[in-house]
């Protein structure tokens, strides 16, 4: 009976040990799994990162020349403004004197 306990403890750690291995390789091959989706994950970041870059680069100068657009238009509406207020003043300036007028002709 000994030796059948014997038998029966090296089959149930045989037994293990295969269960130990086999769990093993099954993670092993899972990790390689992730590791591959990761790397493919890790790849495509990379692509997007170098197309936004590449946006950067295009947009970058379109934005001085929008800046320098925005610049130019801001010192012509000061220029309009400015020609506004003195048109404003002449308007004013004309209206006082036609009122004037009609009554320097009322009193002749």
């Known amino acids: 009976m000994d030796i059948v306990a014997i038998v029966i403890i090296v ?8 269960l130990i291995f086999t769990r093993g ?3 092993e091959h899972a990790r390689a799994i992730q ?7 890790a790849g495509g970041h990379r692509e997007m990162a170098e197309a936004h870059a590449a946006s950067v680069q295009e947009l970058e100068p379109e934005v001085d020349r929008h800046r320098t657009a925005a610049a130019e238009h801001a010192r012509q509406a000061d220029e309009l403004e400015e020609r506004i207020e ?7 300036f004309h209206e006082e004197r036609a009122s004037e ?8």
Do not use: C, N, P
């Not at 590791?35 to 994950?41: G, P, T, V, W």
């Not at 003195?86 to 004013?92: G, I, P, S, T, V």
């Open 86 to 92: 003195r048109e404003r003043r002449h308007a004013q």
């Open 35 to 41: 590791r591959d989706k990761l790397d493919s994950q």
């Open 101 to 108: 007028t009609e009554h320097e002709r009322e009193h002749i």
């Open 25 to 27: 390789r099954e993670r």
């Open 11 to 18: 089959l149930v750690v045989v037994v293990l040990a295969w």
